[in-house]
């Protein structure tokens, strides 16, 4: 089969000017892949790390599933390693990113081996028997009030010996230590090129938009959902990956 390609986009997302309220559009998908990179902290590293520990867990003929798949570069990887082993579903409701994931993926949509459905997991879950799920940096942007929900259907829609692969900015233990990390952050930021004044624009208009919770919070909804293995394999201040397993 021809190889989904790995590229993203090349644009600079420098001097991208967010709306008043957050919104992945047309603007933020053309620079989406690059944004991520330079305000993502070991971006690169995250982004193998998700992929090392998923294949461990993939199962042929077993669907691989990505949470808010926007550009598919969690997506890609599996696709290009596995082939025709599996079948790959990415969920988006922004309709920039599915036609961007869209195009990317072509080929193996045209095959019958890829989908990319326009689904907002707040209404509903997809009826998939998945392998692994990827949930990288989506969950923050559903309500709180859903979430358990959304993971609890991620559990069920599993196989015995799948996992979860859940990436989330999160908040620190007490409100001093978020402020330290969230500073480390905003400098790391203004270290990959962006300005105090893009930096302070992002964030207001993430607020209300983009909710984070602390770490425990996340590992106490996963494992009530059912998981019965789960360890954090990613931190970096207050962004955090984790791996559940569903036994």
Known sequence: MKKSDERGNSDSSLGHQPKDSWEFDDS???VFTDMLRRSIPQYEVMRKAVFDVGCKYVQPATSIVDLGCSRGDSLAPFVNKFG???NYLGLEISQPMLEAARERFRPEIDKGLVNIANHDLREA?????ASVTLCVLTLQFTPTGIR??????????????GVL??????????EELTALMTDIYQQLKTGHGYSKEEVERKRL???????PIQAKGNEKMILDAGFTQLDCFWRWMNFAGWIALKG
């Open 28 to 30: 933020v998908t053309a």
């Open 84 to 86: 025709s082993e599996c």
């Open 125 to 129: 879950y997809p009826d998939v028997e």
């Open 148 to 161: 358990q929900r959304i993971i609890k259907d991620i559990f069920l829609h599993t196989k015995p010996g």
């Open 165 to 174: 692969i859940l990436v989330e900015k999160v908040l620190g233990a007490t």
């Open 205 to 211: 208009s993430l607020e209300g938009v983009l909710i």
